[in-house]
T-cell receptor, first 114, second 115 residues
């Protein structure tokens, strides 16, 4: 089974802190994604990566950056956390080739910024 | 541009009753359609998908969905609800390439199953 592991289940950070959310997948997937999940808004794509060191902005990239130095690892960075970034963050991965390749999700990181 | 509307943010059914979760989409190109389920404290997992061909799609755990182009709908059904079906369900649409980059999710429907 594909495993997508997010390093933290819960995080509490202070406003202005630099925050790193880590995600690792073990299926050699080319694509990796960071989503933000908020009640009533569904999932919104922050960034995605289709290869090492390659990244593209999603629908809501403002206030976030990403890093993909190794194929299996995709990091989401909040340069200066703000209270409106309090949310559930979901990492996902999929194969590049093969349309409709399903997304495999991690269990999420619930971030609270105070 | 594409969008997804899930009618009803909360749906309650009795155990053994029919489950019907509604999803309507808009897309300027033939869509690929998906249902994902999120159990408490977990990430999302794929229930089923429609790409081309047969419009009635069967998924895991006894769920199925029917693509109706004329109604721009992709409603999710299950004949008999089980307590373990309690979860949040997300409908999603992508363009014809099926690229996950183009995936648009609905706002989700929380399903409660009453004993």
């Amino acid at each position: 089974d594909v495993k997508v592991t997010q390093s933290s289940r819960y995080l509490v950070k202070r406003t202005g802190e630099k925050v790193f959310l880590e995600c690792v997948q073990d299926m050699d997937h080319e694509n990796m994604f960071w989503y933000r999940q908020d009640p009533g808004l569904g999932l919104r794509l922050i960034y995605f990566s289709y290869d090492v060191k390659m990244k593209e902005k999603g629908d809501i990239p403002e206030g976030y950056s990403v890093s993909r130095e190794k194929k299996e690892r995709f990091s989401l960075i909040l340069e200066s956390a703000s209270t409106n970034q309090t949310s559930m963050y979901l990492c996902a991965s999929s194969f590049l080739q093969g349309n409709n390749s399903p997304l495999h999700f991690g269990n999420g990181t619930r971030l609270t910024v105070t | 541009a594409q969008s997804v509307t899930q009618l009803g943010s909360h749906v309650s059914v009795s155990e053994g009753a029919l489950v019907l979760l509604r999803c309507n989409y808009s897309s300027s190109v033939p869509p690929y359609l998906f249902w994902y389920v999120q159990y408490p404290n977990q990430g999302l997992q794929l229930l089923l998908k429609y790409t081309t061909g047969a419009t009635l799609v069967k998924g895991i755990n006894g769920f199925e969905a029917e693509f109706k182009k004329s109604e721009t709908s992709f409603h999710l059904t299950k004949p008999s609800a089980h307590m373990s079906d309690a979860a949040e369900y997300f409908c999603a649409v992508s363009g014809p390439s099926g690229s996950a980059r183009q995936l648009t999710f609905g706002s989700g429907t929380q399903l409660t199953v009453l004993p």
